[in-house]
């Protein structure tokens, strides 16, 4: 199984510290993804790796890839009570499916 | 620009009756994607179709499930006699381009109980 798997299963933390998400796979990839879905809601794309590139920022997040490691975090600096969310890896190989882990589901408390 | 539209949001059915859920694509978009998410799991592939074509079904159940993308109209995943373990949050995506470079955006999700 190609499947992503997300690590914690849940994280707690105040608001203003960094939050830290790490997703493991199992076979090669084009590109990793990550996703956040608020209670009851649809996914939200947050930002694409591909297996080419180390290292990727967009605004507050910072994601890392380590495909000797199949391995990426997910990095969510000075965190606001609006983080608060399920975050989801998404794996993708050639012109496969998705292929989504379980999720982190993190708690930001102000 | 509206983003991708599902309906009903909720939809609860009895054992044995039919569940249709339909998927409109943002615009512009041909592809679109099923996804099952049951509580505290992430979502499961189940089928990408493009316009009056089903492309990769692998993830769907042979039995009682379909799914179509007609040339005009939404994309419907049908579940025919339905049972408790078909209640989940049924999720579609869409795409403009097929392949590992395309970005999914996805609907608000349908959510089915089955009584």
């Known amino acids: 199984s190609q499947q992503g798997e997300e690590d914690p299963q849940a994280l707690s933390i105040q608001e203003g510290e960094n939050a830290t998400m790490n997703c493991s796979y199992k076979t090669s990839i084009n590109n990793l993804q990550w996703y956040r879905q608020n209670s009851g809601r649809g996914l939200v794309h947050l930002i694409l790796i591909r297996s080419n590139e180390r290292e990727k920022h967009s605004g507050r997040l910072r994601v890392t890839l380590d495909t000797s490691k199949k391995s990426s975090s997910l990095l969510i600096t000075a965190s606001r009570a609006a983080d608060t969310a399920s975050y989801f890896c998404?794996?993708?190989?050639?012109?496969?499916?998705?292929?989504f882990g379980k999720g982190t589901r993190l708690s930001v408390i102000a | 620009n509206a983003g991708v539209m599902q309906n009903p949001r909720h939809l609860v059915r009895r054992r044995g009756q039919e569940a249709r859920l339909r998927c409109s694509p943002m615009k512009g978009h041909s592809h679109v994607y099923w996804y099952r998410q049951l509580p505290e799991e992430g979502l499961k592939f189940m089928v990408y179709?493009?316009?009056?074509?089903?492309?990769?079904e692998s993830g769907m159940p042979k039995e009682r499930f379909s799914a179509e993308f007609p040339k005009e109209g939404p994309s419907i995943l049908r579940i025919q006699q339905v049972v408790r373990g078909d209640s989940a949050a049924y999720f579609c995506a869409s795409s403009n381009i097929s392949g590992s470079r395309s970005e999914q955006f996805f609907g608000p999700g349908t959510r089915l109980t089955v009584l």
């Open positions: 179709l493009q316009k009056e074509n089903i492309i990769d």
């Open positions: 998404a794996t993708r190989g050639g012109n496969t499916p998705l292929v």
